[in-house]
């Protein structure tokens, strides 16, 4: 067991992929020499080789175009998109091509490639680095979701996504980059594509993935200071969900309240919402309840608090689900 913080863990599982398969390349901008803007592929490079850890040109669809030219002969390409918002130009390539080319080959073709991509705010930065776009691939049939919370789902949850036949959008939350935590670099870990009851609960089942994981924990221990037991889910796959473990957390709670960074409408928060409501109905006690960015552009840094959810926001949706006074009801009982 080695105390890591979550972005080294990442590191540490790439190592482990490239030393375990020589058929896993690494591709991105600035991934080599430099080891990426957060050092995640530190020493990757010098150790495995330009041949295996290639820095590519600023050119996202370039990047995937070449990722599927190598899953095609075989190798387990790995692609660091280097913020959330860059991911764009390479959008056609992943939702028109690597998602589909498993179906449009009657299985004939796989495509085992991985890509990771920094997502989220809270870290202060300018336009284009603070996104939460996994919705728009949650959507889209033929892709993997997932995103990890510890350092050791980051290290287990890489070293699967690489392993896997499947392509695997891989979304790592940046702003905890620097969270410590234990790692077992031998453990399995749980299945990357099995929520977490993070913490067990009988009053409010509080679903949230990636970032808001810790904020979601910070909850559950407000919340039972004022005697709410709140049972916390961390979904850690995001397509596909795990709706087994949610249902038995809903059907236990009867209460639902679900959060992430990125804006309602269209959100990974609709689904979850609609979907129990259609298998939990007849136990929900109440309405569930979306706390989320709001539906504007991610704002300038100094603003950014203030769209992120936080600590109160969430404590907010709980006492709307169990029919407290709340910010939409007015404070007073």
Same mark, same amino acid.
């Given at each position: 067991?080695?105390?890591?913080?979550?972005?080294?863990?990442?590191?540490? *599982?790439?190592?482990?992929?490239?030393?375990?398969?020589?058929?896993?390349?690494?591709?991105?901008?600035?991934?080599?020499?430099?080891?990426?803007?957060?050092?995640?592929?530190?020493?990757?490079?010098?150790?495995?080789?330009?041949?295996?850890?290639?820095?590519?040109?600023?050119?996202?669809?370039?990047?995937?175009?070449?990722?599927?030219?190598?899953?095609?002969?075989?190798?387990?390409?790995?692609?660091?998109?280097?913020?959330?918002?860059? %991911?764009?130009?390479?959008?056609?390539?992943?939702?028109?091509?690597?998602?589909?080319?498993?179906?449009?080959?009657?299985?004939?073709?796989?495509?085992?490639?991985? %890509?990771?991509?920094?997502?989220?705010?809270?870290?202060?930065?300018?336009?284009?680095?603070?996104?939460?776009?996994?919705?728009?691939?949650?959507?889209?049939?033929?892709?993997?979701?997932?995103?990890?919370?510890?350092?050791?789902?980051?290290?287990?949850?890489?070293?699967?996504? %690489?392993?896997?036949?499947?392509?695997?959008?891989?979304?790592?939350?940046?702003?905890?980059?620097?969270?410590?935590?234990?790692?077992?670099?031998?453990?399995?870990?749980?299945?990357?594509?099995?929520?977490?009851?993070?913490?067990?609960?009988?009053?409010?089942?509080?679903?949230?993935? *990636?970032?808001?994981?810790?904020?979601?924990?910070?909850?559950?221990?407000?919340?039972?200071?004022?005697?709410?037991?709140?049972?916390?889910?961390?979904?850690?796959?995001?397509?596909?969900?795990?709706?087994?473990?949610?249902?038995?957390?809903?059907?236990?709670?009867?209460?639902?309240?679900?959060?992430?960074?990125?804006?309602?409408?269209?959100?990974?928060?609709?689904?979850?919402?609609?979907?129990?409501?259609?298998?939990?109905?007849?136990?929900?006690?109440?309405?569930?309840?979306?706390?989320? *960015?709001?539906?504007?552009?991610?704002?300038?840094?100094?603003?950014?608090?203030?769209?992120?959810?936080?600590?109160?926001?969430?404590?907010?949706?709980?006492?709307?689900?169990?029919?407290?006074?709340?910010?939409?009801? *007015?404070?007073?009982?």
């Amino acid at each position: 067991m080695t105390e890591l913080t979550l972005a080294k863990a990442l590191g540490s *599982g790439l190592r482990r992929a490239l030393s375990d398969d020589d058929k896993v390349v690494l591709l991105g901008e600035d991934i080599g020499a430099l080891g990426g803007v957060f050092r995640v592929t530190d020493g990757l490079q010098r150790d495995f080789g330009t041949e295996r850890v290639m820095d590519t040109p600023l050119a996202e669809a370039g990047i995937i175009g070449m990722a599927v030219g190598l899953a095609f002969r075989g190798y387990r390409p790995v692609c660091e998109i280097q913020f959330d918002g860059f %991911i764009y130009p390479g959008f056609d390539q992943i939702v028109a091509q690597v998602a589909k080319l498993h179906y449009r080959t009657a299985g004939n073709v796989r495509m085992p490639l991985t %890509i990771r991509v920094p997502y989220g705010g809270g870290i202060g930065a300018v336009e284009h680095h603070s996104e939460s776009p996994e919705a728009y691939f949650a959507h889209t049939a033929g892709l993997r979701v997932v995103t990890c919370s510890t350092p050791q789902d980051a290290h287990s949850m890489l070293r699967e996504a %690489i392993a896997c036949d499947d392509p695997v959008l891989f979304f790592e939350p940046k702003r905890r980059y620097w969270t410590k935590g234990d790692v077992n670099e031998d453990a399995v870990g749980l299945p990357m594509g099995k929520a977490r009851v993070v913490v067990e609960g009988t009053d409010v089942t509080l679903v949230t993935y *990636g970032p808001l994981v810790a904020t979601a924990l910070d909850a559950a221990v407000a919340a039972a200071d004022d005697g709410i037991s709140l049972e916390v889910v961390d979904l850690r796959s995001l397509a596909p969900v795990d709706f087994d473990t949610v249902s038995a957390s809903v059907q236990k709670t009867g209460r639902l309240v679900i959060t992430h960074e990125a804006s309602e409408s269209g959100g990974l928060g609709a689904e979850i919402a609609a979907t129990l409501t259609d298998r939990c109905f007849y136990y929900l006690e109440a309405a569930p309840v979306r706390i989320t *960015g709001f539906d504007v552009p991610y704002p300038p840094a100094k603003l950014e608090d203030h769209f992120l959810p936080d600590l109160d926001r969430i404590l907010d949706g709980v006492d709307r689900a169990l029919g407290r006074a709340n910010s939409l009801t *007015g404070w007073s009982a």
